[in-house]
């Protein structure tokens, strides 16, 4: 089964740094883009940054220059850097499996909540 198990959440002040992990299961990891999308309280989910099998990258204007996504395939693990963290920031964050164009996807990791206050 797909499965996709998100860590590394937390609070942080603003201005600090914090790395998501998400680990995959079930799937061909070297095959597939991955995704991490945010959904904050009151705020519909938004994608946030994406990355390709070729190693291309994708990010919403809001984060460019702050986060910074990256693969490491020996261990079927993406991961999303969050450098000068604002309050608005704050949401949960979840992970997926880009199957279809512009992010898309069926496969959704639980969510790791991170907090910048």
């Known amino acids: 089964d797909v499965q996709l198990v998100e860590s590394g959440g937390g609070s942080v002040q603003a201005g600090g740094s914090l790395r998501l992990s998400c680990t995959a299961f079930g799937f061909s990891f070297d095959d597939s883009d991955m995704g991490w999308y945010r959904q904050a309280p009151g705020h519909e989910c938004e994608f946030v940054s994406g990355?390709?099998?070729?190693?291309?990258?994708d990010y919403v204007d809001s984060v460019k220059g702050r986060f910074t996504i990256s693969s490491e395939g020996a261990k079927n693990t993406v991961y999303l850097q969050i450098n000068s963290a604002k309050p608005e920031d704050t949401a949960l964050y979840y992970c997926?499996?880009?199957?279809?164009?512009?992010?898309?996807?069926?496969?959704w990791g639980q969510g790791t909540q991170v907090t910048v206050s």
């Open positions: 997926l499996r880009a199957e279809y164009p512009g992010w898309a996807g069926r496969f």
């Open positions: 990355i390709s099998v070729d190693g291309s990258t």
